[in-house]
Each structure stands twice: as structure tokens, then as C-alpha cells.
């Protein structure tokens, strides 16, 4: 828990400070990370290993129908269909053959765009799971619809952007303040230096609930590494070609002070200060190009990750956890167009992870994993598709059980009617998740090194699987797709 109020105390500190430091041209800005007044002290767990999570969000809600497309000849001729002009063509997918074919001669494949995916799928080192999304309990549609509703508990506030991101990364709706991500980060510190400890969550994407913890803090950097304060940081450049200046801004922005607010913020700005050298030192020169395509901002993103991961060392850290993105998938309109750019730009940026991690030896130790939203209906509603609930996934990595499918095939359907080949669909093939989020991040965070026992603290609907329902589903705790 948060020892002071970091968002009031930032505010106060922050105006009061702006009018002393404008001889700079500048104030010192958010990105410091102000919350990180609350540090708190880890615990050393003797350990010789390293583990990282990248958590890859496609913001927006992610199309499940056209990412990982019905290849088999029933199931792309419903698809086909029903999609009308969006469908993507057959002979432009990439099948994937997993190692055990799926019941039913049911086969999926990838847009030929996102061939670098498909290659690691073939080589066993990405796995897909089938239609995952939140859940607070096994539910079906007969129980969604049913008269008896309010006894079979459902997410809030489906279908909306703000609170389905929040829920994906945190289980609660818009306001949440801690995220399963940073939770997981909470357990870490116990294996991270009380020194490094801010470098436990580490966002290349700005704040984002998901790496909030109890006690963890996110740290952001950039694509270009840690955030300067101008004038401040970095022992090279003056202000106003004058090094006196410079050096009377250093002190004046982190000189102990008397008065206790201004002493405290002096000594956050101070703790920036340290953090931005420790990171700029730990992730060395931008040398990573070979691996990494150019006017990618995801490629970008994950190639910060990358610096940071081979800087682990310098920063003492045996367990991280990152947060990466991606925008633009809230396809009203030209699904059709606009949706393969992305996921070709996805798959060019994660394969260049992949094969980074590789060249690193360590790949292994780090697993990358896509969440957005929410999935879109299959149905079009002209040259798009609207707002959904279930959707397909990646996990990439060499500790993945890969070229295989996890989870149910969820049939191809828009109806939303009492037959059994439809129990999985809210109407115009909206996916009623036959996976939760808790199940997806619980298998990735009991990967990390989280015990069982702790894992219903980070996850509070994991408590709710762990059988095989009624409807003949299984929902274990854990889903089986990592090594």
C-alpha cells in the first residue's frame, strides 16, 4: 500500500515547484514517476535464474475472426458467409498444423501477412489460445439470456473500451487501481535488489493500470530509454551555455530542504535523477537494428524491452515484468485493409523479440503474450465489425508449448438461438468466453514462479475454475501451455 497519497502529494509538489524551476523553460514532468515515494523494501531471495512477462495489448479490441481465420472447409465457408466482403480470401492464409490436430478436423491459419508468426508456430515456439476473455464464473448462453440471470454473475460493463481494458488488466472496470501485472511484480521483489526495485514493472507505453501493484511501482521509459529531466539529468550539456545555471537547477531540484513537502519531492526528483543514469548505463547503445524492422512503433517498443532485458544484469534483477502496445484496432470501418497492416506490423515486432532473445540466450526466460479489449462480432456491420467479448491470443517464447491450440474451438455462428453447435454466442457472433483472463494470467504467472496458494490474491476469479462445468467444459487453473 501506497505510504503517502502519491497523486495529491505529486499535484502539490508539482505546482509548487513549477514557478521556482521556470528559469529552465521547463518543469519537471510526470514521467519521473512521482508514486515512486512509495518504494517499498524488497526482500533477497537467493536465485540464480531470470524470468520476464511481456504483456503486448492491442488496444481497441482486436478482430478474433480474421486473425486467426476457419481454414478448415466447413468452417471457412460458414465464415466466408458470413463476413461477406471482409472475409479474408483463402488462398492468402498460412495454415497452422499443430502437432495434435483439433477434434473435429477443425483447422485455423494466420493472413499470409503475418508469416514470421506462423513460422514460430511451426517451430514450437508460440502457442494460440482459443477464445479467451473476461469471466467471473463458467457461464453459458442459456445462462446469460436466462430468466435467472442476476444467479450466474457476469463482467461489467461488457462490450466498452475503458472498463473491458481495465478488467483484461486488472479484473475490475475503469478506476481500478492495481493490476495482476503489478501484482505479480509485488511477489518479484522478493527476488529483486531493494536497490533495483523500481525496475521490477517497466512500461514502454506509458501508465497503465496493469503493472500497478500493492507495493510494486511502474517505472516508464520510452523507445529511446529513460526520461530526462531537462537540465537535471545527465552529466553532459548546460543550460543557457552557462554550467553555472545547470548546476544551480541541480541543486535547487534536489538539495534537502526543511519544509517537509518540498524535502520529499526533492528527494523523488533525486531518486528520478538516479534511476534515469542506472538505466541509461544498464541498456547500453542501441546496437539491437539487425533483429528489429525499422517504422515499426511496436518493433520499437519491444526493442526497448529487449536494452532492458540485457541490462538485467547491470540492475541486479532476477524477475521483470514489461507492457508494450499497439492501437488502431477499433475497426468500425475497413476492417479488411487495416486490419492486416497491424497484424503484419504485430507479427514482424514479435518474431524480432523472439529471435532477439534468442540471439541473447535467454529465450527461455522470457514470454511475450497479446491481450486487447475485447474480440469483434463476426458478423460485418458493412466493412467492419462491432464490439465483442471473447477473442484469440498469442503466447510466444521458448518456454511455450507451442504449435498447438489451447482451449475450445468455438463453432462459426452469428445466431443466437437454443441450438447446442450455438451455446457459445451472445448474437452476431460475439464469443462468449469459453476461457477466463484469470486462467490465461494465472498459467503465465504460476510460469513466472507464483505459487498456487498466492495466485487467488493476484487473480480473485481464479477461486471460480479449476473443474469441468456442467456444460461438459474444463476450465483448469491451469491451462497447460507453458513448459
Given at each position: 500500500m501506497y505510504l503517502i497519497d502519491p497523486a495529491g502529494h505529486s499535484r502539490r509538489a508539482f505546482l509548487r515547484r513549477t514557478g521556482q524551476l521556470a528559469m529552465a523553460g521547463t518543469a519537471l514532468p510526470f514521467a519521473i514517476n512521482l508514486a515512486a515515494m512509495g518504494e517499498a523494501a524488497a526482500q533477497a531471495a537467493p536465485s540464480d535464474d531470470y524470468k520476464a512477462l511481456v504483456c503486448v495489448f492491442l488496444f481497441g479490441g482486436n478482430d478474433y475472426a480474421n486473425t486467426v481465420v476457419n481454414y478448415d472447409t466447413a468452417s471457412y465457408a460458414k465464415y466466408s458467409t458470413i463476413r461477406g466482403s471482409i472475409a479474408l480470401a483463402q488462398d492468402k492464409l498460412t495454415e497452422l498444423r499443430p502437432t495434435l490436430p483439433l477434434a473435429g478436423g477443425r483447422q485455423y491459419a494466420l493472413d499470409s501477412k503475418m508469416a514470421k508468426l506462423a513460422t514460430l508456430f511451426d517451430e514450437g515456439k508460440m502457442a494460440v489460445q482459443l477464445n479467451v476473455g473476461p469471466l467471473i464464473k463458467p457461464l453459458t448462453r442459456a445462462q446469460f439470456n436466462g430468466p435467472n440471470r442476476k444467479d450466474f454473475p457476469i463482467p461489467p460493463k461488457l462490450f466498452?473500451?475503458?472498463?473491458?481494458?481495465?478488467?483484461?488488466?486488472?479484473?475490475?472496470?475503469?478506476?481500478?487501481?492495481?493490476?495482476?501485472?503489478?501484482?505479480?511484480?509485488?511477489?518479484?521483489?522478493?527476488?529483486?535488489?531493494t536497490a533495483s526495485s523500481l525496475f521490477t514493472c517497466i512500461s514502454v507505453s506509458g501508465n497503465t493500470v496493469f503493472l500497478s501493484g500493492d507495493e510494486a511501482l511502474q517505472y516508464q521509459v520510452g523507445t529511446g530509454g529513460a526520461v530526462r529531466i531537462k537540465g537535471v539529468s545527465g552529466a553532459t550539456g548546460n543550460i543557457y551555455n552557462s554550467a553555472t545555471v545547470k548546476a544551480a537547477l541541480q541543486q535547487l531540484a534536489q538539495q534537502p530542504r526543511s519544509h517537509t513537502l518540498e524535502n520529499e519531492y526533492n528527494k523523488v526528483t533525486k531518486r528520478a535523477v538516479d534511476a534515469e543514469g542506472k538505466i541509461t548505463d544498464a541498456i547500453q547503445s542501441d546496437d539491437l537494428a539487425a533483429n528489429f524492422p525499422t517504422g515499426n512503433y511496436l518493433a520499437s517498443q519491444l526493442k526497448m524491452v529487449a536494452r532492458l532485458i540485457r541490462g538485467r544484469t547491470a540492475l541486479g534483477l532476477k524477475r521483470q515484468v514489461f507492457f508494450v502496445s499497439m492501437g488502431g484496432f477499433d475497426l468500425h470501418d475497413d476492417i479488411d485493409t487495416r486490419q492486416p497492416v497491424l497484424m503484419a506490423a504485430l507479427s514482424e515486432a514479435m518474431a524480432a523479440f523472439q529471435r532477439q532473445m534468442e540471439d541473447f540466450k535467454i529465450a527461455?526466460?522470457?514470454?511475450?503474450f497479446t491481450a486487447s479489449d475485447f474480440g469483434r462480432t463476426l458478423s460485418s456491420n458493412g466493412n467492419g465489425a462491432d464490439h465483442g467479448w471473447g477473442s484469440h491470443h498469442f503466447v510466444v517464447g521458448g518456454a511455450v508449448k507451442g504449435k498447438a491450440f489451447y482451449g475450445t474451438p468455438p463453432p462459426v455462428s452469428v445466431t443466437n438461438t437454443s441450438a447446442d453447435d450455438d451455446q457459445w454466442h451472445v448474437g452476431q457472433g460475439r464469443l462468449l468466453p469459453t476461457t477466463s483472463v484469470d486462467q490465461y494470467a494465472g498459467t503465465l504467472a504460476r510460469w513466472f514462479g507464483v505459487s498456487d496458494e498466492r495466485l487467488n490474491g493476484i487473480l480473485p476469479n481464479l477461486k471460480n475454475f479449476g473443474m469441468t462445468a456442467p456444460s461438459g467444459i474444463v476450465y483448469p487453473r491451469d491451462i497447460g501451455f507453458m513448459k
Open positions: 466498452s473500451h475503458n472498463d473491458q481494458q481495465s478488467i483484461w488488466q486488472s479484473s475490475s472496470p475503469e478506476g481500478s487501481v492495481i493490476g495482476w501485472g503489478g501484482n505479480i511484480g509485488d511477489i518479484a521483489l522478493e527476488q529483486n535488489p527461455d526466460k522470457v514470454t511475450a
